[in-house]
């Protein structure tokens, strides 16, 4: 259904909102700014809750997870240093919007989603407005996905309580992980740098935060 002109003209101010207050937050990447200043978060939540999109807090997707608030959604981005030509792993594909973000910078956008509705609604939405360089496939997270590695940027929008090895083992050397790990109602946002071959890697603490579980193999066992 058409938006009315007015109702338009209010998201597009509630996402020039939403950018003027990224940028007083600290965010700096052009790139993310500019993302995220085009894209329509509106269409990546339920009918009920578009007026809340721009809002700086995560909002309910269904199925028990959320769309994380813009500024996590921009710091993580910024984070992994993307550019034009990188080949990005995304872990959590949920309602799609991050999966966004980083198709408008990046080259090519892989995501792994554990739950089918949600895999679906995303790639939907996706198609729909034109993001051809997405590619979703519903399973394990925590086993990433082997067959387009290595990534110069893995992106984590779950919370794990350690870092999955698989994730480590598909980075690129000079790559970077950006991952949520410790308890399951608090967290350190962590971005890991992979050193070399043999999987070193350097970790940096980016902040609290709070994700809904990581499950599979490496992560939380599902109840």
């Not at 973000?101 to 089918?116: D, G, N, Q």
């Amino acid at each position: 259904m058409a938006l009315w002109p007015r109702k338009k003209q209010e998201f597009q101010e509630a996402r020039e909102e939403m950018i003027r207050l990224l940028s007083r937050r600290g965010i700096r990447d052009t790139k993310v700014l500019d993302a995220m200043a085009k894209i329509p978060r509106h269409l990546f939540v339920p009918p009920h809750l578009q007026d809340e999109a721009y809002a700086d807090y995560p909002l309910s997707i269904g199925e028990g997870q959320t769309i994380s608030q813009p500024y996590i959604v921009a710091l993580m981005t910024e984070a992994l240093e993307l550019d034009s030509e990188s080949n990005v792993l995304e872990i959590g594909t949920g309602s799609g919007y991050q999966a966004a973000i980083l198709a408008e910078i990046a080259a090519k956008v892989y995501s792994v989603e554990r739950l089918p509705i949600l895999a679906e609604r995303a790639r939907e939405t996706l198609r729909r407005l034109g993001y051809n360089n997405v590619k979703i496939k519903v399973g394990d997270g925590t086993l990433g996905w082997p067959e387009f590695c290595p990534y110069d940027g893995i992106i984590v929008t779950a919370a794990s309580p350690s870092i999955p090895p698989p994730l480590i083992d598909q980075l690129k050397v000079g790559g970077r992980l950006v991952i949520p790990v410790g308890g399951a109602y608090s967290q350190e946002l962590l971005r890991i740098a992979k050193l070399d071959q043999e999987g070193e890697y350097s970790t940096e603490p980016l902040g609290g935060c709070v994700f809904v579980r990581l499950c599979g193999k490496y992560g939380w066992k599902e109840e």
